[in-house]
């Protein structure tokens, strides 16, 4: 779907990567395993001088474990096994572990301490409380669903960590990923490029942004994303460069855009291994969703990392979106909703927008035209697509599905996503019922959104930074937005999220008899955020479900 452009990184340049500094292996980490000296030496061995040496090394030992102790903020740092009450309590605690604890902390003077997670979250602002007489239906619609214990833990294995030595100093194997699509669409292809380069042991290039093109959307990587963020977060687990060295500008360039679905691990190596190895280049396309979802432990904790800690947005879009979202958030706690009214969902879809006649000849013409555009169900019209919850929810649902959840007229709804096809008309039916209506160019102040007007993947991510931050979250449809927030919500504190039962509840809808607010409610209960671990349906994100591979219970969380 995507067209071709000319690739404006600065990947075929001649100018030669930085070099950064990247974390090394600790020389004390040899002492933890190191052979064990046979008994017959023993008595050599221990002489006067060596028991004085080995009591003042316990000494030290014991001595810089207590200030450990007193020094529980350079804990965020370390991995859940480390930071776990277990491994505090010295009865119980090995020699062996003790050393691990301390040397873990230990780094080489001419190397920055590696960012702590805990500081490198996207983190949204604290709940907003309700406040005054409310009903129950308000109090249960507004109500945070329970994290049941489950804290953000990424502890990687010590084989992990040890092989992260090795690889986040590649120089002479190189990944370029070209991502395509919408903005939370390029996330997910970002997040499974860094995975792969994990794999292959390669450096990765800064991703290549392709043009979106249904918006016209030609930003690069640094335009949306904060790239020395990204290089600082992961420098312990890729390399990441911004640009090809000139020892590579001249390699055959071996383009793989033919990957199949479901590919696993074993698969990459198997497929790009030899050919690294022999070209030094690497280049990935139409890599969206090919990855397997069912990867290691370790490499999920990776996706996470990088979904989470290490796609912040560039300084200028999370200073507006920081700004925009304190201007909804002051005011009270407020709703996030996901609308996809825009024109191509519609023709994508399949489904009529509930317009007229006139709006409906519309879509129906585009789709004539790019017949490529419809997605599934192909045999489906467009009534039998809406009862099986392939359609957007309209402006009406949305208010009846929201009156039916306890939500309050009064409450203040923040509309995230593009213009709505039919403009106002398209949203008369939710501002009747909700007159607190409030999108990013109400928020906004004296042109602080026109250096983004035609930049979509921008305004995208504003939107994201506002609906992290609100009470209530609500897709209308699926999509990598939902998805994605979902699961950064969960990751965040388990703030509440609505995904509707589309499939269930239209169908009450259609028929007036039902008391259908008791219904939805009752359909919709058990999926208002409350975790759910991804291992109970395998083939689940885990961006999306980050329970609980990346989330662990009982124990002290990253933050």
Request: aromatic content about 8%.
């Amino acid at each position: 779907m995507a067209k071709s452009r000319n690739i404006k990184n600065p990947i075929f340049t001649l100018t030669p990567s930085p070099v950064y500094h990247l974390l090394s292996a600790s020389p004390f980490t040899s002492l933890l395993f190191s052979p064990k000296k046979s008994p017959r030496n023993y008595n050599k061995l221990l002489t006067p001088p060596t028991l004085c040496l080995i009591s003042l090394l316990v000494s030290m030992t014991l001595f810089g474990v207590s200030i450990l102790g007193f020094t529980s903020n350079s804990q965020d740092s370390l991995p859940c096994s480390l930071n776990s009450p277990s491994s505090l309590s010295f009865p119980s605690m090995s020699i062996s572990s003790m050393l691990l604890t301390s040397l873990s902390s230990v780094v080489p003077k001419n190397v920055e301490d590696e960012p702590r997670m805990a500081k490198t979250l996207m983190a949204p602002l604290p709940l907003q409380p309700v406040t005054g007489n409310v009903s129950k239906e308000e109090k249960e619609f507004w109500e945070q669903p329970d994290g049941k214990g489950y804290k953000p833990c990424l502890d990687f294995s010590l084989k992990y960590r040890k092989a992260s030595a090795r690889i986040s100093k590649e120089r002479r194997r190189f990944l370029v990923v070209v991502a395509s699509g919408g903005l939370n669409q390029q996330r997910n292809q970002i997040v499974d490029a860094v995975v792969i380069a994990r794999i292959l042991e390669a450096a990765l290039v800064v991703p290549v942004l392709q043009v979106n093109p249904i918006w016209d959307d030609e930003s690069e990587f640094s335009e949306i994303f904060n790239v020395e963020h990204f290089k600082r977060v992961l420098r312990a687990d890729v390399r990441i460069v911004s640009s090809l060295p000139s020892t590579h500008l001249m390699s055959r360039q071996s383009i793989e855009n033919q990957i199949p679905y479901d590919v696993s691990p074993y698969w990459i190596r198997a497929r790009f291994s030899r050919l690294l190895n022999e070209e030094g280049l690497l280049i990935l396309k139409a890599l969206d969703s090919k990855l397997s979802k069912n990867l290691p432990p370790d490499l999920q904790k990776l996706r996470c990392k990088v979904a989470f800690h290490a796609l912040r947005f560039a300084a200028p879009i999370q200073d507006l979106g920081n700004r925009l979202s304190k201007r909804m958030w002051i005011e009270g706690p407020y709703i996030a909703l996901h609308l996809r009214l825009e024109k191509d969902i519609w023709v994508r879809s399949g489904c009529l927008s509930s317009l007229g006649p006139e709006y409906d000849k519309i879509i129906a013409k585009s789709r004539e035209s790019q017949p490529e555009y419809l997605t599934g169900r192909l045999n489906m019209n467009h009534i039998r697509r809406r009862l099986a919850g392939l359609c957007p929810l309209s402006a009406l649902e949305i208010a009846r599905f929201l009156k039916a959840l306890g939500a309050p007229s009064t409450a203040r709804i923040y509309i995230a996503g593009g213009e709505p096809f039919g403009g106002s008309l398209a949203l008369q039916p939710l501002i009747a019922e909700f007159p607190n209506v409030i999108t990013k160019e109400i928020l906004a102040r004296g042109g602080e959104l026109s250096p983004f007007i035609k930049k979509a993947s921008a305004l995208a991510a504003i939107d994201y930074i506002i609906s992290l931050s609100s009470n209530v979250f609500i897709p209308s449809h699926g999509g990598n937005f939902g998805r994605v927030m979902q699961g950064h919500r969960a990751y965040a504190g388990h703030k509440k999220h609505i995904r509707p039962n589309k499939r269930a509840m239209l169908p009450v809808f259609e028929n007036s008899t039902f008391e259908f607010g008791s219904i939805i409610r009752t359909l919709h209960k058990k999926s208002q955020g409350q975790p759910e671990p991804r291992t109970n349906k395998r083939d689940r994100d885990v961006i999306a479900y980050p329970v609980p591979e990346c989330m662990c219970k009982h124990r002290t969380p990253i933050f």
